[in-house]
């Protein structure tokens, strides 16, 4: 079946810090790649996507390419802030499927 | 648009009760969900649907019930709690076109069963 490796956290970052936090997928079929985040006390939101090889997702700073060949999709950024504080999940969705496989979740704590 | 909304917030029950986690969402999605979060498992689809009248079991359907008898509702039910469905809950919209790789979650119902 489908699955979705990210590495264990909690991990706790000095703000300013460089982070990545791993992810790596087995999928069925195709995957389009996903990270989500969850703040404190929140419903998660989708953080960036990528849909095919090589493509790069980005936002707020955050980005993670799809490398087929490694089968990961890092989620990196360069300088985190406090506000960044979070539980951040990798996941995947198999073309011509609805479910979205979640890994379980990687806790960050950016501290001043 | 209030997005996708989640009632109760917090919900004690005692073992063989029942109640209905309710999901409301005003963005006209076809495609809603339900996953429960456990500690160190990440998040697992119980069910989904893809537009009124239509749902389908996800990964862990068991002790759960659904229905979709309008676009914007998608209720679910457990018929007789136990307590290994202490959880939260998150219900979850999206559009079918896109083919639901944007899903817009709730707030999240956490359920204690004792």
């Known amino acids: 079946g489908d699955s979705v490796t990210q590495m264990e956290g909690p991990v706790t970052l000095s703000e300013e810090a460089f982070l990545t936090i791993n992810c790596t997928y087995t999928?069925?079929?195709?995957?389009?790649l996903f990270w989500y985040v969850q703040y404190p006390g929140e419903g998660l939101q989708l953080l960036l996507k990528?849909?095919?090889?090589?493509d790069k997702g980005s936002n707020k700073g955050f980005e993670a390419t799809y490398r087929k060949e490694t089968t990961s999709f890092h989620l990196e950024k360069g300088s985190v802030q406090v506000s960044d504080s979070a539980v951040y999940f990798c996941a995947l969705k198999v073309a011509g499927s609805y479910q979205l496989t979640f890994g379980k979740g990687t806790k960050l704590s950016v501290i001043p | 648009n209030a997005g996708v909304t989640q009632t109760p917030k917090f919900q004690v029950l005692k073992t063989g009760q029942s109640m209905t986690l309710q999901c409301a969402q005003d963005m006209n999605h076809e495609y809603m969900s339900w996953y429960r979060q456990d500690p160190g498992m990440g998040l697992r689809l119980i069910h989904y649907?893809?537009?009124?009248?239509?749902?389908d079991q996800g990964e862990v359907p068991n002790g759960y019930n659904v229905s979709r008898s309008t676009t914007e509702d998608f209720p679910l039910r457990l018929l007789s709690a136990a307590p290994s469905q202490t959880s939260v809950y998150f219900c979850?919209?999206?559009?079918?076109?896109?083919?639901?790789?944007?899903?817009?979650f709730g707030p999240g119902t956490r359920l204690l069963v004792l």
């Open positions: 649907s893809v537009g009124a009248g239509i749902t």
């Open positions: 979850a919209s999206g559009e079918l076109r896109v083919s639901v790789e944007t899903q817009y």
């Open positions: 999928a069925t079929g195709y995957p389009s």
């Open positions: 990528a849909t095919k090889a090589d």
